[in-house]
């Protein structure tokens, strides 16, 4: 039972993961994206508070390495 598990977990990651990410980046609609001001702005915003939530997580997981810095 376990060997199965983790031959289906890698094949999920290893196929499908990659092939899911492949469909949504060619069938984005970027034009709408870019007409629509709002709907960019909302992007814009959703993707800086990720850059930042990334930023600071790695500052508190890594927080003793930069004060010996």
Not at 28 to 45: A, R, T, W, Y
């Amino acid at each position: 039972h376990k060997g199965l598990a983790e031959k289906l977990n890698e094949i999920g990651f290893g196929f499908f993961v990659p092939l899911f990410f492949v469909y949504v980046g060619s069938t984005l609609d970027l034009d709408l994206i870019f007409q629509n001001p709002q709907l960019f702005s909302e992007v814009f915003v959703i993707i800086v508070v990720m850059v930042l939530l990334r930023i600071i997580g790695a500052f508190v997981a890594y927080r003793k390495y930069f004060e010996n810095r």
